[in-house]
Structure formats: C-alpha cells, structure tokens
C-alpha cells in the first residue's frame, strides 16, 4: 500500500492506516526532535506529542501538500514549544547524539579522538546558537532538507531560511574559531 492510499485511508479514520504512515516517519522525527531538545526522553515524549497532535489533525491535512513537511512541522514546532516552556541557562549537545563519526582503519587513537573532540566541540557550539538559527542549519545541514522544505515547516519564507542557515554557519565559524582548543588542533594539524 503506497504512502497516498495511507494518506487517504487516515484521513477516513482508519488507525492502522495511520500507524503505517508515521511507522515511516517516526525515526526521523525522533531524531530531528532529538537534535533540537538535546535530551532523548524528552525528544521520545515529543515525538509521541506530535504523533498525538498529527493523528487529531489528520483530517485537515490537505492532499496538495507535502506529508513529510506536515508532520516535520508539527514535530519542529512541538519541540520549540518545548524549549520556549524549558528555562535553562546552557544545553548539552554532547548527551544529544550517540557518537556519528566513522572511524577509519588508517586513523591512530590520536586521530580518533581529536575527531570525537572536535564533533564534541562543534555539537556543544550549535547548541548556543539561537534556537531559530540553531533548527534551521539542523534542518539543512543534519536532515539534508532543501531550502524549500525549511520555509514550509517554519512557515517563514525561503529568504529567510536562507539568511538564517548563513548566519548560523557564520556564527559557528567565528565561534568554533576562537575557541582555545580549535587552535589547539589547528597547531596539531601543522606539525
């Protein structure tokens, strides 16, 4: 049964139709979920909220429109819900994301953890960034979305997706630059 026949099949009513349909999604929305909340257990309530929100509104999804972009807006918006409702002075990309880096066979263990530091160090500066700069270069650089899909889920236009992911990888360069263990590697590197 293709992804449009679920689609339809849902918006009648039929819950398994819906169970297939998010069964696709629901990985992927956890860890876009994941990426902005940095905190797994929170990113699992989330992901069941939006799950939740997207089975009581499934009957107004309109079949012109992109059902990965709806429920990737839904799951963005539910979690900046989340973050606007969290008070906390400092996030922990770190503790987010289980460890993405490939080790290759011609690296030596000094290699290797300089990698995972620097990872490390590049999660913990994303986390800083304004949340807005901060989802929308996730959405772009980590997800892969095209501009395009990023304006429809933040429901901002594509110009200022675009000015936004350009002003986060400016502020992540300038910051990851001044960083004492960024020219600590940078030394390293020249030897």
């Known amino acids: ?13 039929d819950d398994e139709a819906f169970s ?12 876009v979920i994941l990426r902005i909340v940095e905190e797994k257990e929170e990113a699992k309530d ?17 079949k ?15 979690a900046m819900d989340y973050l606007r409702k969290k008070v906390r002075s400092e996030v922990n990309l770190v503790t987010a994301a289980e460890d ?4 290759k066979s011609f690296q030596t263990p000094e290699e290797v953890i300089e990698q995972k530091l620097t990872v490390e160090m590049v ?25 395009e899909e990023i304006a429809s889920i933040l429901k901002v236009n594509l110009g200022t997706v675009k000015s ?15 960083l004492p263990e960024f020219s600590g590697f ?3 590197g020249r030897e």
């Open 186 to 188: 940078q030394e390293r």
């Open 1 to 13: 049964m293709g992804q449009e026949e679920l689609l339809e099949r849902a918006r009648n009513g």
């Open 100 to 103: 993405e880096l490939e080790i």
């Open 46 to 62: 989330i992901a069941q909220e939006t799950f939740i929100k997207a089975y009581m509104s499934i009957k107004t999804f309109r």
């Open 123 to 147: 999660r913990r500066e994303i986390s800083k960034l304004p949340v807005d700069y901060k989802i929308a270069l996730i959405l772009r650089d980590i997800e892969g979305m095209n501009y």
């Open 20 to 31: 297939l349909l998010i069964e696709n999604y629901e990985k992927y929305v956890y860890n």
């Open 164 to 178: 936004r992911i350009w002003r986060a990888r400016n502020l992540l360069r300038e910051r990851i630059k001044s």
């Open 64 to 78: 012109d429109s992109n059902f990965r972009t709806w429920i990737y807006r839904i799951a963005v918006n539910t």
